[in-house]
């Protein structure tokens, strides 16, 4: 019996502070299949900066999505995040796994800058074949009272949570499976949301550090809005690009300088390291990917090739399958939830 129902199948749910995003994959044949995908938006300030302010309002929401999605199991795949999560690649003296859970939490106080007896710790060590002295371990610590905020928010969904993992992996994870050109050189993976951007910088395919930044694509409309007089559905069409407006490009020029900055702020340590190599190539996700003239406009600023992925490059979708919205037209927006419902159960 699989999870839900006889289909061996994971349901990836991403809370954001602007959708609510379902994905459901199938991984009952010789590779994942997306059965199901569906989208709810949020009221306005029912999550901000990554804090649920009105619980009941959106757990409603995320039942009502779950039940017109048409999705029987309560087991769900999702993900934390946020300046309350740390991603930090270090180096340990080399040991088993077993050894180094021991003392994992001692090594932690030496990089984590949160009460240690406050968070959640989870490693991986990344070269265990080595033969050095010492060996690349990536940390990950979530501040406890986040992790159980989360909790509550899938109890009061009527939901139990199968994984918690890091958004930063679960994108990183997406993007692997559908662009493996991006697992080479030294490579930024950018999540422009509904209010913060993810950075996560690879090399060579490995997680080396994570950053926030401040910004999301609710900005974008916001100063729409009081600047051009725009309601928040005309400034929604204007981003979009199905609606005009004369000046549209100060607008997405400063979004783009905005978020190149905080890229080249979170790589720059990196490149002193790579003896003068630098950032190879950006990958774009998230609402800010859809963004008219956005793409665009950070290749410019940055000087390096922008790809905007697209999560089903390699991950196909059932041809029979009841999707809500138009899946190619959402598509960046959608590797999030794509990568926690890759998670095989």
Same mark, same amino acid.
């Given at each position: 019996m699989?999870l839900?129902?006889?289909?061996?199948?994971?349901?990836g749910?991403?809370?954001?502070?602007?959708?609510?995003?379902?994905?459901e994959?199938?991984?009952s044949?010789?590779?994942?299949e997306?059965t199901?995908?569906?989208?709810?938006?949020?009221?306005?300030?029912?999550?901000?900066?990554?804090?649920?302010?009105?619980?009941?309002?959106?757990?409603?929401?995320?039942?009502?999505?779950?039940e017109?999605?048409?999705?029987?199991?309560?087991?769900?795949?999702?993900a934390?995040?946020?300046h309350?999560?740390?991603?930090?690649?270090?180096?340990?003296?080399?040991?088993?796994?077993?050894?180094?859970r021991e003392?994992?939490r001692? #090594?932690?106080?030496?990089?984590v800058?949160?009460?240690?007896?406050?968070?959640?710790?989870? =490693?991986?060590?990344?070269?265990?074949?080595?033969?050095?002295?010492?060996m690349?371990?990536?940390?990950v610590?979530?501040?406890?009272?986040?992790?159980?905020?989360?909790?509550?928010?899938?109890r009061?969904?009527?939901? #139990?949570?199968?994984?918690?993992?890091?958004?930063s992996?679960?994108?990183?994870?997406?993007?692997?499976?559908?662009?493996?050109e991006?697992?080479?050189?030294?490579?930024a993976?950018?999540?422009?949301?509904?209010?913060?951007?993810?950075?996560?910088i690879?090399?060579?395919?490995?997680?080396?550090?994570?950053?926030?930044?401040?910004?999301?694509?609710?900005?974008?409309?916001?100063?729409l809005?009081?600047?051009?007089?725009?309601?928040?559905e005309?400034?929604?069409a204007?981003l979009?690009g199905?609606?005009?407006?004369?000046?549209?490009?100060?607008?997405?020029d400063?979004?783009?300088?905005?978020?190149?900055?905080?890229?080249?702020r979170?790589?720059a340590f990196?490149?002193?390291?790579?003896a003068?190599?630098?950032?190879?190539?950006?990958?774009l996700?998230?609402?800010g990917?859809?963004?008219?003239?956005?793409?665009?406009?950070?290749? #410019?600023?940055?000087?390096?090739?922008?790809?905007?992925v697209?999560? =089903?490059e390699?991950?196909?979708?059932?041809?029979?399958?009841?999707?809500?919205?138009?899946?190619?037209?959402?598509?960046?927006?959608?590797?999030?939830p794509?990568?926690?419902a890759?998670?095989?159960?």
């Amino acid at each position: 019996m699989g999870l839900f129902g006889r289909k061996k199948s994971s349901v990836g749910l991403d809370i954001g502070s602007g959708f609510v995003k379902l994905i459901e994959v199938d991984h009952s044949g010789d590779q994942p299949e997306v059965t199901r995908v569906a989208i709810r938006p949020l009221m306005a300030d029912a999550i901000v900066e990554g804090e649920v302010m009105d619980p009941g309002l959106v757990a409603d929401t995320i039942r009502g999505l779950l039940e017109d999605s048409g999705i029987d199991g309560r087991a769900v795949v999702t993900a934390i995040g946020g300046h309350d999560v740390i991603v930090k690649k270090i180096s340990m003296d080399r040991m088993t796994e077993e050894d180094a859970r021991e003392v994992i939490r001692w #090594e932690a106080e030496q990089h984590v800058p949160f009460d240690i007896q406050s968070v959640e710790l989870d =490693f991986q060590i990344l070269d265990p074949q080595g033969t050095g002295s010492e060996m690349s371990v990536l940390l990950v610590a979530a501040k406890r009272d986040l992790v159980e905020s989360k909790l509550s928010l899938l109890r009061d969904s009527e939901l #139990e949570a199968r994984v918690i993992d890091v958004d930063s992996f679960a994108l990183h994870n997406a993007l692997e499976r559908n662009h493996p050109e991006a697992m080479k050189g030294i490579v930024a993976l950018v999540n422009v949301g509904h209010e913060m951007t993810n950075v996560n910088i690879l090399e060579e395919g490995v997680p080396i550090l994570t950053r926030d930044i401040a910004f999301g694509t609710r900005r974008l409309r916001e100063d729409l809005q009081r600047e051009q007089g725009l309601a928040a559905e005309e400034a929604d069409a204007v981003l979009a690009g199905r609606q005009s407006i004369d000046g549209l490009d100060r607008y997405v020029d400063g979004a783009a300088d905005e978020v190149s900055v905080g890229v080249e702020r979170a790589a720059a340590f990196l490149m002193a390291q790579q003896a003068g190599e630098g950032l190879g190539r950006v990958f774009l996700s998230g609402g800010g990917a859809l963004v008219n003239g956005f793409p665009e406009a950070l290749a #410019e600023r940055m000087g390096v090739e922008i790809t905007v992925v697209n999560p =089903f490059e390699r991950v196909p979708m059932s041809v029979d399958a009841p999707f809500e919205v138009d899946v190619l037209e959402t598509a960046p927006m959608l590797l999030l939830p794509l990568g926690l419902a890759l998670r095989s159960p």
